[in-house]
Nanobody
Framework: QVQLVESGGGFVQAGDSLRLSCAAS????????MGWFRQAPGKEREFVAAITWSSASTNYGDSVKGRFTISRDSAKNTVYLQMNSLEPGDTAVYYC????????????WGQGTQVTVSS
C-alpha cells in the first residue's frame, strides 16, 4: 500500500501563487509516476501534471502549461506542484496520485486539498 497526503491548499486571489505538497509513504516502486489531478464542482477530473520519479521527466495538462511546475524531492518522498498566476478557473480539489509505471493506471490517491482562487 501507498499512502499519499496532500497539503498546501488554500484561498488566494487571482494572480497569486500556491505550492502544493504530496508526501508519500509505504510501498515504493522503481519506475513509478506521481501525478496531480483536479476536480471542480460539476466537472470531470482533469489531469494537471505528472513526474516520472526516476528520470524527473514531466508533462502537463494544456490548461496549466507555463504556469504550474511539478517537482519532486526524493529524500523526502514528496512531490510538489508550484502554481503561479492562478486563475478562478483553477479552483478545484487537487489530488495527488501514483501509478507503478507510465503504462499502468493511477492506483493510489490522496484525500485531496482544496484550492480556491477568487477574482
Amino acid at each position: 500500500q501507498v499512502q499519499l497526503v496532500e497539503s498546501g491548499g488554500g484561498f488566494v486571489q487571482a494572480g497569486d501563487s500556491l505550492r502544493l505538497s504530496c508526501a508519500a509513504s509505504g510501498r515504493t516502486f522503481s519506475r513509478h509516476v506521481m501525478g496531480w489531478f483536479r476536480q471542480a464542482p460539476g466537472k470531470e477530473r482533469e489531469f494537471v501534471a505528472a513526474i516520472t520519479w526516476s528520470s524527473a521527466s514531466t508533462n502537463y495538462g494544456d490548461s496549466v502549461k507555463g504556469r504550474f511546475t511539478i517537482s519532486r524531492d526524493s529524500a523526502k518522498n514528496t512531490v510538489y506542484l508550484q502554481m503561479n498566476s492562478l486563475e478562478p478557473g483553477d479552483t478545484a480539489v487537487y489530488y495527488c496520485a501514483v501509478r507503478r509505471t507510465i503504462v499502468t493506471s493511477y492506483e493510489y490517491w490522496g484525500q485531496g486539498t482544496q484550492v480556491t482562487v477568487s477574482s
